[in-house]
């Protein structure tokens, strides 16, 4: 009886395409960080000098930091999406990625000197940068998530904090687009701050967002 009962649940079953979850994923992801995008541009605008930032190291510098915390919270988001899931890759990632963007941070004040180490550090927007960032990484944590509860994760906060470090890290990189501060000092510490505030955020949302029904 048990064997005739598995082999007519199993009929009708088909396999899942190939890479069904990772297209599911950054489908999604896609479409929030256009709406965190979206949101940017109509909330704070654009930077009023990007197309002479584009031209400068220091704007690519901020894409490049960006960029990668978005990557290695997406394979965190995507591996934890999976029972059994682990991010210790990526955490190595995110602390060698802070601790080198750190060290520049530090040559970059010796270079500049005393003087000049205040506005290095905190610019002028350091107290209204991670609260930026948390806010337009609503819209890419909630996409996130809506695709990882159709797939299995089963450490909750530790997914929920991963969709919240890939969203931090994506809204930060669409914050760049606006942000003028350029110092390395600043972006280590409060792009960081903001990135982190949103995983932390999102591993206590992921608790109840990500739970199976």
């Known amino acids: 009886m048990a064997d005739d009962l598995i082999d007519h649940l199993a009929a009708d079953l088909a396999p899942t395409p190939p890479r069904t979850l990772q297209r599911r994923l950054f489908g999604w992801a896609v479409l929030g960080v256009a709406v965190s995008a979206v949101l940017m541009i109509a909330w704070l605008g654009l930077r009023p000098d990007l197309m002479i930032a584009i031209g400068t190291m220091m704007f690519w510098v901020k894409f490049a930091f960006t960029a990668i915390f978005a990557a290695l919270g997406a394979l965190a988001a995507l591996n934890l999406a999976r029972p059994g899931g682990s991010m210790m890759r990526q955490a ?16 970059q004040m010796l270079v500049m000197g005393p003087g000049e180490m205040r506005t290095l550090v905190f610019g002028g927007t350091a107290l209204l940068c991670p609260f930026y960032i948390v806010a337009l990484s609503v819209p890419i944590y909630a996409a996130t998530v809506w695709a990882m509860r159709r797939a299995a994760p089963t450490n909750l906060p530790l997914a929920g904090f991963a969709a919240g470090l890939f969203a931090g890290g994506a809204a930060t990189w669409v914050y760049a687009f606006h942000c003028t501060e350029s110092g390395m000092p600043f972006i280590t510490l409060w792009y960081t701050t903001g990135i982190l505030a949103a995983a932390v955020l999102g591993a206590i949302v992921g608790r109840w967002a990500l739970r199976w029904r």
Do not use: D, R, S
Not at 97 to 106: D, E, F, P, S
């Open 92 to 107: 190595v990632g995110v602390v060698t990625l802070v601790a080198l963007t750190g060290a520049a941070g530090i040559v």
